[in-house]
């Protein structure tokens, strides 16, 4: 079965920085889009940033200034770095293999900045 383990996230102070990590098994990298969403006590689930089978990215534009997202097909692994972190960046973030719809989601992995 595809299993999705996110690593990296923490408390760090505004401005900090950290990089999370999504290892996928039971699926192949080179076939599927992926991408990390996150969701705040009390709000939605929303788009962080998406990465193509070949490589293109989309960023919110809340973040696409301070993250990028990689991701490494050999390794299967997915990365979010997250640079100048604020407090409004706080919440678990989902790494996501395939689509939102029919796709797969990690355990989350939860981000707090403090200011």
């Known amino acids: 079965q595809v299993q999705l383990v996110e690593s990296g996230g923490g408390l760090v102070q505004a401005g900090g920085s950290l990089r999370l990590s999504c290892v996928a098994s039971?699926?192949?990298?080179?076939?599927?889009?992926m991408g990390w969403y996150r969701q705040a006590p009390g709000k939605q689930r929303e788009l962080v940033a998406r990465?193509?089978?070949?490589?293109?990215?989309n960023y919110a534009d809340s973040v696409k200034d301070r993250f990028t997202i990689s991701r490494d097909n050999a390794k299967s692994t997915m990365y979010l770095q997250m640079n100048t972190l604020k407090p409004e960046d706080t919440a678990v973030y989902y790494c996501?293999?395939?689509?939102?719809?029919?796709?797969?989601w990690g355990q989350g992995t939860q981000v707090t900045v403090s200011s």
């Open positions: 039971g699926i192949t990298f080179t076939l599927n889009a």
């Open positions: 990465i193509s089978r070949l490589g293109g990215t």
């Open positions: 996501n293999v395939g689509n939102v719809v029919t796709g797969y």
